[in-house]
């Protein structure tokens, strides 16, 4: 029987082991606790912008397709965003209950957002002459917002990167990947040296050039110059974004434009636009109020945070109807914010009914439609409903029998996108395993 249980420890941290990368020295990786209060932050801002929102095409991949490359790699000198202002920006994120923000200090198309010695082709060449990077980090400080720093790792323009537009087969024989990466630390380390960024979001790692080689030299480097910056799955050579492995390099997993599977293992950040682009096009399809907040909620219902693009126009301002949207989703968030923040996700899959999050004895039950007057959630086994009321509203009644649980929902829910339905439980909400 000893030896049966030895079997079971075993394959339980086996498993656990599993989720992390083994091409790293365990003593260097980002440790726990700064991942786990990551998690807790569950919302935050991606903001994609540059010289291209001149063009309203797509940032880097317009470059040499929708832009002529020529055409494209001149715009840096009409670029002059006079209505930017870093604290409107902030602000407009702290509006909308987002915890961090992303900017894309340097995109596929190579140009800087800040001040650098190591590349000319950056905003102090530009007519605007302002460090967007430094402003940001500042007004993040300010605002209470962790600042983090996008940055790819394919560089169409760089002459040393093989590929100089999107789609490329052929290697430019006059490349030199060695030269690139050496560039590339040089970037990094006036990045992590003068902003100090909580987090670095790096992205562009499928094409060839790119090896694992490479991405381990990086890792170790700035785990040199700050132990404790957070690094996403994107650093290593994959293009498989959503999950963590033994052989994927990277503290947490990045499913783009879909909300991530329910993993209570590893931790993951969806990220999507508000919009269709990734950069700011004219007239782009807004995403409705509904989409934004059962997102947001499907999201954290998954156990996952929320990376929620805006792209900012050529003059600097975040246009307005974007602005609005993510003051809806505030206001939400002011009414139903702990349902959201430093919960757990589970233990129910999110669906489009409904989506559950958890924290120490409470379960939120995110309703997102009413099909008839009870929702009967699966059954929870040793469980036990001490009370369910709606947040911020009236007790809800509810029957449970062999573990499931039926709740009568009132006639007219609250909130049209999200009603949050409390359900405080005779344990840990936490320790429940996930019903699959
Ligand atoms: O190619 C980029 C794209 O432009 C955008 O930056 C997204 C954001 O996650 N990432 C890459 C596509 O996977």
């Not at 999201?299 to 929320?306: C, I, K």
């Not at 975040?318 to 996700?345: D, F, P, V």
């Not at 929870?380 to 409903?385: F, I, K, T």
Request: with cysteine.
């Amino acid at each position: 029987m000893r030896s049966f249980s030895y079997l079971i420890i075993f394959l339980f941290f086996s498993c656990q082991l599993k989720a992390q990368t083994n091409l790293i020295d365990p003593a260097i990786k980002t440790p726990k606790a700064v991942l786990d209060n990551f998690m807790d932050q569950r919302f935050g801002m991606f903001i994609h912008w540059g010289p291209v929102t001149l063009r309203g095409t797509e940032i880097g991949w317009s470059r040499g397709i929708n832009v002529p490359a020529d055409d494209y790699d001149n715009l840096y000198k009409e670029f002059n965003p006079v209505l930017f202002n870093a604290d409107e920006w902030v602000k407009t994120a702290k509006d909308a209950g987002m915890k961090y923000l992303t900017i894309t200090a340097k995109h596929h198309d190579g140009f800087l957002l800040w001040p650098s010695a190591v590349s000319d082709y950056n905003i102090m060449n530009s007519p605007y002459k302002v460090d967007v990077v430094g402003l940001l980090a500042a007004a993040c400080k300010k605002y209470d917002i962790r600042f983090c720093i996008y940055f790819t790792v394919l560089d169409w323009h760089d002459p040393n990167y093989p590929f100089h537009k999107p789609g490329q087969k052929n290697i430019d024989a006059k490349a030199d990947m060695k030269k690139f990466v050496l560039t590339m630390k040089s970037e990094i380390q006036e990045l992590v040296n003068n902003y100090h960024p909580y987090m670095l979001w790096f992205d562009g790692n499928w094409e060839s050039p790119w090896k694992n080689e490479y991405g381990i030299d990086i890792y170790t480097y700035i785990k040199k110059l700050d132990p404790k910056v957070i690094i996403n799955n994107r650093i290593g050579a994959n293009s498989e974004h959503t999950k963590l492995g033994p052989e994927i390099l990277g503290d947490y997993a990045t499913p783009e434009q879909k909300i991530g599977a329910l993993n209570m293992n590893d931790p993951w950040e969806t990220c999507m636009t508000i919009c269709n682009q990734w950069a700011w096009k004219p007239n782009d399809s807004l995403k409705s109020l509904k989409e934004c907040i059962q997102t947001l909620a499907k999201t954290a219902g998954g156990n996952g945070n929320l990376l929620f693009n805006v792209g900012p126009m050529p003059d600097g301002r975040i246009e307005k109807r974007q602005a609005t949207r993510l003051k809806e989703m505030g206001n939400w968030l002011k009414l139903y914010g702990e349902s959201i923040y430093k919960t757990k996700g589970g233990p129910f899959k999110p669906n489009e009914i409904y989506a559950a999050t958890r924290k120490g004895n409470k379960l939120y039950i995110h309703v997102f439609d009413k099909k008839s007057n009870e929702l009967i959630l699966p059954a929870l086994h040793a469980v036990l409903v001490r009370k369910a009321f709606l947040l911020n509203g009236g007790a809800i009644n509810y029957q449970q029998a062999a573990g499931v649980i039926t709740l009568q929902l009132p006639a007219q829910l609250p909130d049209q996108n999200d009603s949050v339905i409390v359900l405080e439980l005779n344990t840990n909400a936490e320790s429940i395993p996930v019903i699959s």
